[in-house]
């Protein structure tokens, strides 16, 4: 949701806001009303299960409908709640958690990229005015994977989360390379630990102790939602025109090794 009210706050022209649970999608919709900076802006809400296909190839076609093109895609499937059943070693990982994560994480993207890809493709490029230094190219459109810092490493006992992130990696990547020729840019953001509910209930699980968990996060990874959803903003601004297949790494350092 911050992401979506982002966009709203700094000049968005519409926003389509898509959830599993369609009532928290309308609330948030009607929430950026009010910080909505764009005189002429729009919102929609929709409900979107995004491991089903068809609800994903019904909310690419409600974009067009609602708003004649989609100009910024932010593939945030699974953010805030998908997290491991249990956190156990390896060996232990049930099956069922390990497709459950998979199907949402790394396939649902993956239907959700491949159908914004397709409109995207089809559309005119758009050309944006930057003041001083004149109108410039933004291309066909943008789309920011939200994945993890968890795609470059891993911890211990979230297998199935931390191979969904590295195939979330996989997936920019190729999207990226195969976009290149329609100037569809595609990136990704990899925040660590994020002050979400599914952080929360990290904290209550084992094998870490909530008390370890806590002060890892206190110590190293102060982070918002809204420095996130910042990030995404930025790699689909005018600035940003000339990245794709990069990988923002959001970790305050953490995952260059340890501080003494």
């Known amino acids: 949701m911050e992401v979506a009210l982002t966009f709203a706050a700094s000049g968005a022209k519409g926003v389509l ?8 999608a309308a609330r948030a919709a009607e929430q950026s009303k009010a910080l909505a900076k764009h005189p002429a802006y729009r919102c929609q809400a929709a409900m ?10 019904d909310l690419a076609d409600l974009a067009v409908q609602s708003f004649g093109r989609i100009d910024y895609f932010i593939n945030a499937v699974g953010l805030l709640q998908v997290d491991c059943a249990e956190y156990v070693p390896f060996e232990q990982t049930q099956e069922d958690d390990y497709d459950r994560i998979l199907n949402i994480n790394a396939k649902g993207a993956f239907l959700l990229s491949q159908a914004v890809v397709n409109v995207m493709r089809s559309q005119d490029i758009h050309q944006i005015d930057v003041d001083r230094h004149g ?3 933004a291309g066909r459109g943008a789309i920011v994977n939200v994945s993890s810092a968890m795609a470059f490493g891993a911890v211990p006992a979230k297998a199935p989360y931390t191979a969904s992130k590295h195939a979330m990696l996989g997936l920019t990547r190729a999207c990226a390379m195969d976009c290149k020729p329609y100037d569809i840019r595609v990136n990704q953001v990899c925040p660590a630990w994020t002050k979400t509910k ?6 209550r699980k084992e094998p870490l ?4 968990v806590e002060k890892m996060a206190a110590r190293h990874i102060p982070m918002e939602t809204y420095e996130v959803a910042s990030a ?5 601004s005018p ?7 990069t990988s923002l790494m959001m970790d305050c350092g953490l995952t260059i090794g340890p501080t003494f």
Do not use: Q
């Not at 898509?18 to 009532?23: E, I």
């Not at 299960?49 to 190839?57: F, P, Y």
């Open 17 to 24: 806001f898509a959830d599993l649970n369609y009532d928290g």
């Open 48 to 57: 979107l299960d995004v491991t089903d296909s068809r609800s994903v190839l």
């Open 209 to 212: 102790t909530p008390m370890a």
């Open 198 to 203: 599914m952080h929360e209930d990290s904290c």
């Open 239 to 245: 600035a940003a025109v000339s990245i794709t297949g």
């Open 135 to 137: 109108t410039i190219s």
């Open 232 to 236: 995404c903003l930025y790699l689909c």
